[in-house]
Nanobody, 122 residues
Framework: QVQLVESGGGLVQTGDSLRLSCAAS????????VGWFRQAPGKSREFVGY???????EYAESVKGRFTISRDNAKNTVYLQMNSLKPEDTAVYYC????????????????WGQGTQVTVSS
């Protein structure tokens, strides 16, 4: 069982940066792949990126080159560094974890955080 808590969201301007954190409970967090997703009002949940247990990351085309996912297993935390933010990045951001799979589909992940709001003003 893993519990996830996101933090770090807020209101920023176009071009600014934010770093989101996903803190996990449990001593075996290093064995979980972690995905980041976002959901804007009236839209379906969208894949942002994921990081494997080995630290390899993949990203959606819309954020590639601007967002970076990293993990610190000693702190049971995964980070989403977001640079050059755009108004279209405005959404609630969720982290999700799974012990057996990683990928771009939300259905692959068993555990989810409550989300953190990111708002980018133009």
């Amino acid at each position: 069982q893993v519990q996830l808590v996101e933090s770090g969201g807020g209101l920023v301007q176009t071009g600014d940066s934010l770093r989101l954190s996903c803190a996990a409970s449990g001593r075996t967090f290093s064995r979980y792949a972690v995905g980041w997703f976002r959901q804007a009002p009236g839209k379906s949940r969208e894949f942002v990126g994921y990081i494997t247990t080995r630290g390899n990351a993949e990203y959606a085309e819309s954020v590639k080159g601007r967002f970076t996912i990293s993990r610190d297993n000693a702190k049971n935390t995964v980070y989403l560094q977001m640079n050059s933010l755009k108004p279209e990045d405005t959404a609630v951001y969720y982290c999700a974890a799974d012990a057996y799979a990683s990928g771009s589909s939300p259905g692959l992940y068993d555990y989810w955080g409550q989300g953190t709001q990111v708002t980018v003003s133009s």
